[in-house]
């Protein structure tokens, strides 16, 4: 009888401490699903969950031992080199239960050439000319970075403060259904590509890999539910499953409230893209659901068919791509360079050589002589933006280039948006959305 009743006293206390722990776990649970399903398509907010769940998540952290590498995301690149000769990597938590919110941080030492930081000398040696690439990036998230920061870099960002390039505008009233606008202005004299003002390329996206966010293409929100891009960015078939978009986004180095990914529901390539020669290197993304629009995530306006700027005018790149030479990554934040439009001619002559990658009627040039500002690897389906009056459209996306980004007499390509424009509003009219 004692022992009976022992072993009942026992089990009610084992089907006890399991019914606290079963509920314990169910809140934890319950958030972490909540979370996972409002980040996966970027249209949730789950910060009324945080203050409290994070409580619970601290108190549950403190009775557990070390976390796991394996809970963790991989870790992003090494940002660039800094004046004070520090580069910083971070990673996020994707087990909440074992690590909840936490974004883990490491430093190291890094050399700066010409400046006290340098440890060693570095030799260049300049490279033949190669056959043109893409300018898309493989997404790279671990290692060190061969990045180095230029000379010309250093001395215009020598600790003081620049002037703001973006001459004071008022926003005016925020319109849903329009395209175009930004609401801030470029400086139209740029010497190089320069960091862009936070929220003034609203309809800059940027293509992710799923499983550790690692950014490889860029592309163009043209409506609150398509994206349109490079062909060649989704030529596989893997890179189309496991890739998803962001909107509003600017340092990858920073979390954005502005930010929010976005689900992939179809890629669409053009019918005639060929992976020889990136004729017609244009493609268009469904979304699984519309974005929400606002200043700092709005769709750009798409030219009428045959419409193109003359010769010479000046439009805007943008993209996370390499800014230096030679680089292995790309930059952590959104950049912007000015590049005049090329004449045919000079277009097709500069590629002539390459044999494949002769110059369609499809595609144009972009750049200068003298090189030194271009588009490079990573910004691949990213847009050149043109200002047409009060608003702004679209006229090219990042095709190729030389492998020598920026070299002088080479110019970047780029697909032309009004030779396709029926083509992508038909797609969009077949395939429905916003």
């Known amino acids: 009888m004692v022992t009976r009743n022992s072993g009942t006293i026992f089990a009610l206390l084992v089907v006890s401490v399991m019914l606290q722990l079963v509920l314990q776990t169910s ?7 909540s979370s996972s399903e409002e980040s996966g398509d970027g ?11 994070l409580e619970e998540y601290q108190r549950y952290r403190s009775s557990r031992g070390r ?12 940002s660039r080199c800094t004046r004070s000769c520090v580069q910083k990597r971070y990673r996020e938590c994707k087990r909440f239960l074992q690590c909840g919110d936490e974004i883990q941080t490491q430093a190291r030492f890094c050399s700066i050439p010409g400046t006290a930081c340098e440890q060693q000398e570095t030799a260049t040696t300049a490279a033949p000319p190669v056959p043109p690439t893409t300018r898309h990036q493989e997404p790279v998230t671990q290692g060190a970075s061969d990045e180095v920061v230029s000379e010309e870099y250093i001395e215009e960002n020598n600790g003081e403060e620049d002037e703001d390039p973006y001459p004071e505008q008022s926003e005016g009233k925020f319109n849903s259904s329009g395209c175009g606008v930004k609401p801030q202005l470029p400086r139209f004299r740029i010497v190089g590509g320069r960091p862009a003002r936070q929220g003034s390329w609203p309809w800059q996206v940027a293509m992710l890999d799923k499983d550790y966010f690692g950014h490889f293409c860029g592309g163009t929100l043209i409506s609150p539910q398509w994206v349109l891009t490079a062909a060649h960015c989704f030529r596989r078939k893997s890179t189309q499953r496991k890739s998803l978009v962001r909107v509003g986004e ?4 920073t979390r954005e409230d502005t930010q929010k990914n976005a689900q992939i529901a179809k890629v669409i390539l053009h019918p005639d893209y060929t992976r020889e020669t990136d004729h017609h290197d244009i493609a268009l993304l469904k979304l699984k659901k519309p974005v929400k629009l606002s200043p700092a995530v709005y769709p750009i306006c798409l030219p009428e068919p045959g419409d193109f700027p003359p010769v010479g005018t000046g439009c805007y790149v943008t993209g996370w791509g390499k800014y230096v030479q030679p680089s292995l990554v790309g930059s952590n934040i959104l950049r912007e360079v000015q590049v005049p439009i090329i004449d045919d001619v000079t277009c097709r002559e500069t590629y002539a050589e390459y ?7 499809g595609m144009y040039c972009a750049g200068y002589e003298e090189g030194g500002r271009d588009s490079c690897g990573g910004d691949s389906g990213g847009p050149m933006s043109c200002q047409q009056g009060d608003s702004w459209t679209m006229v090219g996306v990042t095709s190729f280039g030389d492998d020598e980004c920026g070299r002088p007499g080479s110019y970047g390509v780029y697909t032309k948006v009004s030779h396709y424009v029926d083509w992508i509003r038909w797609v969009m009219a077949e395939h429905g959305g916003e």
């Open 27 to 33: 809140s934890f649970v319950h958030y972490y699903s």
């Open 43 to 53: 249209s949730g907010d789950s910060s009324e969950l945080l203050p409290d769940s």
């Open 355 to 361: 044999g494949d990658y002769a110059i369609g009627p």
């Open 67 to 78: 976390v796991p590498d394996s809970a963790f995301r991989q870790w992003s690149t090494w």
């Open 250 to 253: 600017h340092d990858f180095m």
